[in-house]
């Protein structure tokens, strides 16, 4: 059968369709919570900024695989937090080594945080881990 027989044609469709498939399978089931949803425990990671941070330098895919679009408890020292005016506020972890660890926060509570959230302070959130750009991403945070 020569490269463009119709039964090839056909097997290459049928493939084509099951890799979709399982592909739209594993998004589904690998959703991220509904972004407008506060997060409520119990958090299936605990760890520190800097632990998160150092698992992020040294495998980023392997951090992402164990973290990605889970729900996170994060605790840590505040480096900097932006005021929210321009956009969400942002909290940022210390240390700031290579890439940082930074929060950005769930509606209900965003216009508090810089009120709430100040540099030295150490905290706790929980978050959902957004993996990782540059820098580590948590989103949705609340803080505990």
């Known amino acids: 059968m020569g ?3 119709p039964v090839r044609g056909r097997r290459q469709i049928a493939w084509f ?6 592909t739209l399978s594993a998004f589904n089931c690998a959703r991220s919570p509904d972004p407008d949803r506060v997060l409520k425990g119990p958090a299936e990671f ?15 895919s392997r951090a992402n695989r164990r973290y990605l679009g889970r729900i996170i408890e994060v605790s840590g020292v505040v480096k900097s937090v932006t005021d929210g005016i321009q956009i969400e506020p942002l ?3 210390e240390p700031a080594g290579q890439g940082v660890v930074q929060a950005t926060f769930h509606a209900d509570v965003a216009t508090t945080i810089p009120m709430t959230v100040q540099p030295g302070q150490r905290v706790l959130l929980w978050c959902q881990a957004g993996g990782s750009f540059e820098n580590v991403l948590l989103k949705n945070c609340v803080v505990k």
Do not use: I
Request: aromatic fraction near 8%.
């Open 91 to 93: 909290v940022v972890f």
């Open 3 to 5: 490269c463009c027989s």
């Open 46 to 60: 605990k760890v520190t900024a800097v632990d998160l941070q150092r698992e992020y330098v040294a495998d980023q």
């Open 17 to 22: 369709g099951l890799v979709g498939a399982v």
